[in-house]
T-cell receptor, first 113, second 116 residues
């Protein structure tokens, strides 16, 4: 089955700097890659996603890139703010095959002001 | 839309007791997922349903765990008997492939289960 690895497990950045979180997946059939943000004690919330027919997607300060050949995808957050501090999860699934998401282990992002 | 609704928000129970967690998915969503979150194991998929039918229960840890979806607006996850190692946050999520062009889940607020 699919296996998603996520790095780093923790990341500390200074406010205003950029943060990058990377994930690799094992199943080349995976074609949908969402990212979730989970604040302490809250539910995971979808912040951005990308499909395999696209190489990059941006939404204001966040962007996701996908390299299908290497089977990895990354989350980029620019101009980080204290409210970006949270746990971020990547995930992968095969759309049309149950829509079952497999999650990475998560990255704790701390933005220091 | 009220989103995915889970109850209870917190549950403390004694080892050996039966625990029932409840979930109401978003109206119109035809997939429902139960996840368990712990520090050690992260987000684990326990079981998921499509159109009320269980599709994959390979993540259910043991026979002590069971899940049902009697109709499109309600699902339960039952643990009987409960054990301390079942302590975790249990999330329910629903999705509708193709909605808004995306396939992402909407999670409920979760049930924090503590078994003492």
């Amino acid at each position: 089955g699919e296996n998603v690895e996520q790095h780093p497990s923790t990341l500390s950045v200074q406010e205003g700097d950029s943060a990058v979180i990377k994930c690799t997946y094992s199943d080349s059939a995976s074609n949908y890659f969402p990212w979730y943000k989970q604040e302490l004690g809250k539910r995971p919330q979808l912040i951005i996603d990308i499909r395999s027919n696209v190489g990059e997607k941006k939404d204001q300060r966040i962007a996701v890139t996908l390299n299908k050949t290497a089977k990895h995808f990354s989350l980029h957050i620019t101009e980080t703010q204290p409210e970006d501090s949270a746990v971020y999860f990547c995930a992968a699934s095969i759309v049309g095959y149950g829509n079952k998401l497999v999650f990475g282990a998560g990255t704790i992002l701390r933005v220091k002001s | 839309d009220a989103g995915v609704i889970q109850s209870p928000r917190h549950e403390v129970t004694e080892m050996g007791q039966e625990v029932t967690l409840r979930c109401k998915p978003i109206s119109g969503h035809d997939y429902l997922f139960w996840y368990r979150q712990t520090m050690m194991r992260g987000l684990e998929l326990l079981i998921y349903f499509n159109n009320n039918v269980p599709i994959d229960d390979s993540g259910m840890p043991e026979d002590r765990f069971s899940a049902k979806m009697p109709n499109a607006s309600f699902s339960t996850l039952k643990i009987q008997p409960s054990e301390p190692r079942d302590s975790a946050v249990y999330f329910c999520a629903s999705s509708h492939p193709g909605q808004g062009g995306g396939y992402g889940y909407t999670f409920g607020s979760g049930t924090r289960l503590t078994v003492v």
